[in-house]
């Protein structure tokens, strides 16, 4: 049963994968979502990936909500200035942002996640994971707060990976931006608390998005999929960790920490599309 019919969501980077996922089970809550990307329908993708913002705004609307699609490259202050201008005129609020919008996988060079000593990386891959990934986090969240201030609550999300709990996977910008977006978290947190706004990084595990299928086929691996290596949860169950944290009225009290989604199914007894309720997300290792 629908019951965020009052929240007003966004949800960055959800033309495919993990935004969609997001932007789909808030949908089904009943909440209003704009949904922003790059990808439009009749244009190109990112990576030749299928997914635009127009198809994930559908189906939030068929799914019981209200969805909007908005085009916004988050690499482009006046796109996000715009973006954050067209909530507060339409709702002059928002309850909920959800930073998922990431970059560093633009390129051949990046494709798959290079695991190699970083002086023999592109620092390309820094740039885009920095600017359209650490950056664009925050410059969202900035423009976010003032559209929470005034009713002195609100959510805002980033998601990220706990590399805490994983061995060094051997891509040192990866791991530093990845660990920047905790920090972001847990230091916002610490200003916005005596506001009322809650703060969070969550953590999924290894998702079957479109771009890891993708991923999968173009190296000839498709069958790995299924594999004990392969993506293990759907990002239904990263969304519905992130209607549980909206729909907790007590979310203030986690605000800084960053949370895996198995944990957090657990806690609030949601469970993956499939019904399974997937651990938290570990590194296979040999027997």
């Given at each position: 049963?629908?019951?965020?019919?009052?929240?007003?969501?966004?949800?960055?980077?959800?033309?495919?994968?993990?935004?969609?996922?997001?932007?789909?089970?808030?949908?089904?809550?009943?909440?209003?979502?704009?949904?922003?990307?790059?990808?439009?329908?009749?244009?190109?993708?990112?990576?030749?990936?299928?997914?635009?913002?127009?198809?994930?705004a559908r189906e939030v609307t068929n799914r019981g909500g209200h969805g909007v699609a908005v085009r916004c490259d988050h690499t482009v202050d006046a796109d996000v200035e715009s973006l954050f201008a067209r909530v507060r005129a339409d709702h002059g609020r928002l309850d909920l942002l959800v930073n998922n919008v990431w970059g560093g996988y633009e390129s051949s060079d990046c494709r798959p996640l290079p695991l190699a000593p970083f002086w023999e990386q592109s620092v390309g891959q820094w740039d885009r994971m920095f600017t359209a990934g650490v950056r664009a986090h925050i410059t969202a969240s900035r423009l976010a707060v003032p559209?929470?201030?005034p009713q002195r609550r609100g959510l805002i999300v980033s998601t990220t990976a706990n590399l805490d709990a994983l061995p060094y996977i051997r891509n040192l910008f990866y791991d530093l931006a990845k660990h920047s977006v905790g920090r972001l978290v847990w230091a916002m947190a610490q200003e916005l608390r005596d506001h009322g706004v809650a703060a969070l990084a969550v953590a999924p595990g290894f998702m079957r998005t479109e771009r890891v299928v993708?991923?999968?086929?173009?190296?000839?691996?498709?069958?790995?999929?299924?594999?004990?290596?392969?993506?293990?949860?759907?990002?239904?169950?990263?969304?519905?960790a992130i209607v549980a944290l909206v729909s907790d009225n007590e979310v203030l009290n986690r605000s800084g920490q960053l949370v895996e989604v198995g944990t957090l199914a657990r806690e609030y007894g949601f469970t993956d599309a499939d019904g399974t309720q997937p651990p938290p997300f570990r590194m296979p290792t040999s027997q």
């Open positions: 049963m629908a019951h965020l019919n009052d929240v007003v969501a966004i949800v960055t980077g959800a033309s495919r994968g993990a935004g969609r996922g997001i932007a789909l089970e808030l949908g089904a809550a009943g909440a209003t979502v704009y949904v922003t990307g790059r990808s439009v329908d009749g244009g190109s993708t990112t990576d030749n990936v299928p997914g635009t913002i127009d198809e994930s559209l929470m201030l993708e991923a999968f086929r173009r190296a000839g691996a498709a069958d790995a999929i299924n594999g004990p290596g392969g993506p293990k949860e759907t990002t239904a169950y990263l969304g519905r």
